[in-house]
């Protein structure tokens, strides 16, 4: 990237700062595994005057929903505990709870991490005891009113049930959770100024969290690390949370090479997994997102995963407590990371993260394609040759069992012979990979293009199961330019 679209990038937030009204902010992008850009803003002591700077730490809130949900999918990974078990099988207080109808299920560990336990919403409260100790969360489940619905019918944001997966974690591992967290990701990862100890990180260079109201700025109380910091207690720094979200990005793609990382690139991977029913984006990040191409969107574990029209691949999780707001946004398949913190009371920073995104998307240059595998060149490559022959059987050798029994070599070739007469000869231009045995393909002809979408069977050697052309005459591609 150029000096002038993270100069571009800088004023974004400049401009952000101001219209949101916020104390100061602190923003990251990484890039291919590295920190490339740091932009600060404002100021983290209004009191004693003192800028943001790039050490500055933040507490991030929600954001440390992900670290969470990984932890519990290290232990998983290690034999300890089973998702599906129920949550009273790790928390033996849980057993009492009464359930929200007699003919409920129980609630399992992995309803708590993609948030069907049937909890009710609890994001102003649950940011407010943070600091709740171990016998007051077990007053909690002995005498609340935890349901809202049966679990497993709905999503419902839940601060209460990551809380009780920091539970989970201390109780399996043997060991406080914090202790867990710092064992198992902060030091490997060398995140040396990421803490759950706000009080701690408040004594060195430290975003003191603000509100304003009618003109007047206001220190928020700064809640103390306790039983519930599971769901959103981490306090940070942008050079290390770029450290973690390299290592997040780190995990696609799924490739041959050695583990590296604190826990297992398919872990992570799996925070991305739709594992929640799918809901509109400004559910869980507060307002409609400016913007915004998601077509679709689910929460996974500690992430959310939209699926975007323009950026691809879109994972990303926002944070808010009582003067502060945060939110990161990850995309894979780019190995893009946009992160921003800021010391005001739930600064809706998912506006400004997607709008950044979508500035280093116009300013970077087209990704590179992925490489096909080379059972789908060996079957487009057929393809090719059949459409220049006129004669499907051409390809017989790569074609499934079923493509000419679902579509006789008479239609077949008639297609061939529909396409060539109206696009004339051709050549491959390029093949774009869905995975290993699906991809497009595009052939430049003489008088337009043919587009090809090919499905191979799963035999030991793939063939292709499903075949699709389309035709675009140059007639037809002038007029949708001329119309555009």
Same mark, same amino acid.
């Given at each position: ?226 039983? *519930?910091?599971? $769901?959103?207690?981490? !306090?940070?720094?942008? #050079?290390?949370? +770029?450290?973690?979200? %390299?290592? =997040?990005?780190? @995990? ?103 709008? *950044?995104?979508? $500035?280093?998307?116009? !300013?970077?240059?087209? #990704?590179?394609? +992925?490489?096909?595998? %080379?059972? =789908?060149?060996? @079957? ?105």
């Amino acid at each position: 990237m150029s000096a002038k679209i993270f100069a571009e990038i800088d004023a974004a937030y400049t401009a952000f700062a101001q219209q949101e009204q916020l104390s100061g902010l602190a923003a990251g992008i990484v890039q291919d595994g590295r920190l490339v850009h740091v932009t600060t803003i404002g100021l983290a002591d209004r009191e004693a005057e003192r800028a943001v700077g790039r050490e500055t730490a933040f507490r991030i809130a929600s954001m440390t929903k992900n670290m969470t949900a990984l932890a519990i999918l290290s232990l998983r990974d290690q034999g300890r505990l089973a998702l599906d078990a129920p949550l009273a099988e790790y928390v033996p207080q849980f057993a009492k709870v009464r359930p929200a109808t007699l003919d409920s299920r129980p609630v399992s560990v992995r309803d708590l991490l993609t948030h069907v336990a049937g909890f009710v919403t609890d994001d102003p409260w649950g940011d407010r005891v943070l600091g709740m100790t171990p016998a007051e969360l077990d007053q909690l489940m002995a005498t609340g009113q935890l349901f809202a619905r049966p679990p497993g019918l709905a999503f419902e944001y839940s601060n209460l049930g990551y809380a009780l997966l920091g539970r989970v974690l201390s109780n399996v591992s043997g060991e406080p959770y914090q202790a867990y967290m710092r064992r198992t990701f902060l030091e490997p990862l060398g995140m040396a100024r990421t803490t759950f100890d706000a009080l701690e990180a408040s004594r060195h260079d430290f975003a003191w969290g603000y509100r304003l109201d009618d003109g007047a700025w206001s220190r928020e109380r700064l809640e103390p690390d306790g039983e *519930v910091g599971a $769901m959103g207690g981490l !306090a940070t720094t942008v #050079p290390d949370y +770029a450290r973690y979200v %390299a290592f =997040l990005l780190g @995990a696609w793609p799924a490739r041959d090479d050695a583990e590296t990382g604190p826990v297992r690139r398919s872990s992570v991977r799996e925070l991305a997994l739709w594992t929640a029913p799918p809901f509109l984006p400004e559910a869980v990040e507060g307002r409609a997102l400016a913007g915004s191409t998601a077509v679709g969107s689910a929460y996974g574990y500690g992430l959310m995963h939209s699926t975007d029209g323009l950026l691809g691949m879109r994972l990303h999780h926002s944070g808010g407590l009582p003067g502060y707001g945060s939110h990161v946004l990850m995309l894979p398949q780019r190995g893009w990371g946009v992160f921003a913190f800021a010391n005001g009371t739930y600064a809706p920073m998912s506006r400004i993260t997607l709008r *950044v995104a979508e $500035m280093l998307h116009a !300013a970077a240059d087209r #990704p590179a394609l +992925a490489k096909p595998s %080379a059972v =789908l060149v060996r @079957a487009v490559e057929a393809v090719v040759a059949a459409y220049g022959a006129g004669r499907i059987e051409t390809a017989e050798p790569v074609l499934a069992v079923n493509l000419l029994l679902d579509t006789p070599v008479r239609f077949r070739n008639a297609e061939l012979a529909d396409l060539k007469r109206r696009l004339g000869d051709g050549r491959l231009e390029r093949i774009e990979p869905i995975h290993a045995l699906a991809g497009h393909f595009t052939m430049t002809c003489l008088r337009g293009r043919l587009r090809g979408t090919i499905t191979l069977s799963p035999d030991a050697s793939p063939g292709i199961q499903k075949l699709v052309l389309t035709g675009e005459p140059i007639a037809e591609l002038v007029a949708v330019a001329e119309t555009a």
